[in-house]
Each structure stands twice: as structure tokens, then as C-alpha cells.
């Protein structure tokens, strides 16, 4: 199954689940995603608008990782920035954090796509 070898270039971290009838790859540990998930997308990144999103993402992680969500402020920081991701906040979300402010999207050139030779 390509999970499984996805699940095997990235170390062998997270786990595969079976959710709403579909297959998932998922890592939850912070350090696994610092150490695993950032470095590959920071060297392959997406040749899309998505890799706006891949970025606002790694600035959520960078706030887990510095434990600054433990802080009314890190946790207002981390929910501004979901505010900016591709869905937004959902209407339970907006509801507990009324003072979210959704920051830039980060501006992502046109792609170019490389020469695959």
C-alpha cells in the first residue's frame, strides 16, 4: 500500500488508520514533525498555492514546538493562523476565540515548474 511506504521514507513515524471509511497516514508527535515532515516539504515544496498553507502549517508547528500554545497569547497565535488556512475556523472554533484575527497568507509566486531531466 503506498501508506505503508510513505510511512517507511518518513522513518517509519506516525501511524495508519482507518477513518470514515478511508485510509489514513497520520504523525501527531510534535518532534517527528519537526524533525521529519518540515525538512522534506522545506526541500520539496509544493508547486502550488498550497504552499502557502504548507507554510502558515510550519509556523503552527514552530509555536507547539517552543510550548508557546501553553500561553493564552501562543494559543490566539496558533488559532489566527488556522483562520488563514485553506477551510478556515469552524463555527465551534469561532465561537470560543471571538478575538481571531486571520493573518496574510503568505505570498507564493506563480509555480515554475522544474525541468524533471
Known amino acids: 500500500m503506498i501508506l505503508e511506504q510513505i510511512k517507511a ?12 471509511n478511508s485510509v489514513h497516514y497520520e ?11 518540515l ?8 508547486i502550488s498555492k498550497k504552499h502557502a498553507d504548507y507554510l502558515l502549517f ?7 514546538q517552543q510550548k508557546r500554545h501553553l500561553t493564552e497569547s501562543g ?10 488556512l485553506n477551510n478556515g475556523l469552524s463555527d465551534m472554533l469561532k465561537e470560543a476565540f471571538p478575538l481571531t484575527k486571520p493573518v496574510p497568507r503568505p505570498i507564493v509566486p506563480e509555480p515554475i515548474i522544474p525541468n524533471p531531466y
Not at 518518513?10 to 470514515?20: C, E, P, Q, T
Not at 504523525?27 to 515532515?37: R, S
Not at 494559543?75 to 488563514?84: F, G, P
Request: without cysteine; glycine residues 6%; hydrophobic residues 45%.
Open 9 to 20: 521514507y518518513f522513518g517509519g513515524i506516525g501511524s495508519i488508520r482507518l477513518k470514515n
Open 75 to 84: 494559543l490566539q497565535d496558533i488559532v489566527n493562523r488556522k483562520a488563514s
Open 58 to 64: 510550519k509556523e503552527i508547528v514552530l509555536i507547539l
Open 27 to 37: 504523525i501527531f508527535n510534535v518532534k517527528d514533525i519537526v524533525n521529519y515532515v
Open 39 to 46: 525538512p522534506h516539504f522545506d526541500k520539496y515544496f509544493m
